[in-house]
């Protein structure tokens, strides 16, 4: 017999719609779960079953009257468990970041990507595992310790959207929230066989989001497939007053089979393909571009010149940012304050105690790149540089309808192995950020499994504003495949 949990959020979207189920046994069986899964996965950082118990019956009230008249439109995700990462606020619940610094941190308020899915009736179980503040590939820059990845417990999940992505995989949830500035939602749903979109920026409110890097920031969603991440996707974008980078642009309703395959343009570019990268992450990737082909996608071999140029950019532009927006976190106005001799020795001793190491080097390289002096040879150049590579995508995209390409050089590595060493952190990066400096939508599917039995990812990008293609094309590759269907054992 199906158990509950081995559902997808459609499928049990429908069992609640029939009365085969409820929100309330669906919720139970996400918190045993939960209970059975995460002393070895610790995807969760705080479970709030009290509110997610309490919002399940509201949800089957609602589910309830709709079955007895069915006038007004029950949204698909209307009594479907979710989890949220822990950099998305959610009110009155502990909400931390991965860090010290917010220990204890309760907000007064809830996103709004949060507010959207909680008002359409979903359920939320608690709050994800991250890389402190985000700012990681493997989740290991946690405060609160590293998230295992369910396919092998001594491998990392990815990062930073770790907790999620691994909570996705041990089907502790329907679906997660996450968040991208430069990969995390793609390469940790890469690492742990799920599928996660990395919307458009400004096409997702970040009212709510802790910021990181306030120009690469966006909100994302993983789940087990593609069609179970369009209804999260819609109902949590669209024009946001609460946020002025939030785009007015009308959310269209993807309608996930109307894509025509046929004559489809795909892009394969030949600077991901590197030397050293996993030979096997390479034959999975092309042989998930012949799927496309033999659905009668035409690929071509396109070129982004300035490819090379994402990491360096990258690592400088986000620092920088996030130098200055974690700059409020100083024991005053938020969380845990260590008692100085004066207000200087506070917040030395809040700050230097309270971040972790990666978080610090960073707002020293963002300080130092914004500096007097340094501002055009670092920041200045980078922010050109940029141009450089957006330009890349948009001339791309008019010869391309989409770009195919792998998510990360490697499958997921162990726990511990890149310890001391940041840069070949940073170069985990190299095949998610040039979509994050572009603003451009992505999406991380499953096309396979290593010789280790795990997981390796494809993404597609498409152009700004264009995530219904990547819903749809995505869908169409689930409907012939299976690679999406495989659970880890657990
Ligand atoms: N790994 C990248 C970083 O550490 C991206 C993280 C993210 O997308 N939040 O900055």
């Excluded at 909400?95 to 941190?105: A, Q």
């Amino acid at each position: 017999m199906t158990e509950l949990s081995d559902l997808n959020l459609l499928e049990a979207a429908q069992a609640l719609r029939s009365g085969m189920t409820t929100s309330q046994e669906l919720t139970e069986t996400c918190l045993a779960r939960i209970e059975a899964c995460d002393d070895a996965v610790q995807a969760f950082l705080a479970l709030t079953p009290d509110l997610a118990m309490q919002q399940a019956k509201s949800a089957d009230e609602r589910i309830l009257s709709w079955r007895k008249k069915s006038d007004e439109p029950l949204p698909l995700v209307c009594g479907i468990p979710l989890a949220v990462k822990d950099v998305l606020c959610l009110q009155d619940v502990p909400t931390t970041c991965g860090s010290r610094i917010l220990e204890g941190f309760r907000p007064p308020y809830t996103a709004t990507s949060v507010q959207r899915l909680i008002q359409a009736g979903s359920v939320i179980l608690g709050k994800t595992n991250t890389d402190e503040f985000a700012m990681g590939s493997s989740t290991e820059n946690s405060a609160y310790g590293p998230t295992h990845n369910p396919w092998k417990l001594e491998r990392v999940p990815g990062g930073s959207s770790g907790g999620s992505a691994a909570a996705v995989a041990a089907r502790m949830c329907f679906a997660a929230l996450g968040t991208d500035t430069g990969g995390s939602v793609r390469q940790p749903a890469s690492f742990c066989g799920v599928s996660g979109l990395k919307t458009s920026y400004g096409r997702v409110s970040r009212y709510g989001l802790i910021a990181y890097g306030s120009s690469l920031d966006t909100v994302g969603c993983l789940a087990r497939n593609a069609a179970d991440l369009q209804p999260i996707f819609t109902i949590m974008a669209g024009h946001d007053p609460l946020d002025s980078t939030c785009l007015v642009d009308p959310v269209p309703q993807v309608s996930l089979d109307q894509i025509e395959l046929r004559g489809l343009r795909i892009g394969v570019p030949r600077e991901y393909f590197i030397e050293g990268m996993q030979t096997e992450v390479e034959t999975s990737v092309r042989e998930a571009v012949g799927v496309y082909e033999s659905l009668g996608a035409v690929v071509s071999e396109i070129s982004l010149p300035h490819t090379d140029l994402a990491v360096p950019v990258y690592y400088l532009i986000a620092p920088a940012e996030a130098s200055a927006n974690l700059a409020r976190f100083d024991g005053i106005r938020f969380g845990p304050r260590i008692e100085g001799a004066d207000l200087l020795a506070e917040y030395l001793d809040t700050r230097g105690t309270l971040f972790g190491s990666e978080v610090k080097r960073r707002i020293m390289l963002g300080t130092y790149a914004l500096s007097a002096g340094y501002y055009d040879a670092y920041y200045g150049q980078a922010q050109k540089v940029r141009t450089l590579i957006k330009a890349d995508f948009e001339e791309a995209f008019q010869k391309v309808d989409l770009i195919a390409c792998p998510v990360a050089p490697t499958t997921a590595f162990p726990i511990g192995q890149h310890g001391d060493d940041p840069l070949a952190m940073y170069l985990e990066d190299v095949f998610t950020l040039p979509a994050n400096l572009a603003g451009v939508p992505g999406l991380s599917f499953p096309v396979g499994y290593d010789s280790d039995g795990l997981p390796i990812g494809m993404q597609l990008i498409a152009p700004h504003l264009a995530e219904a293609s990547l819903l749809q094309a995505t869908h169409a590759y689930q409907s012939t495949t299976a690679w999406h269907k495989e659970q880890p054992s657990l």
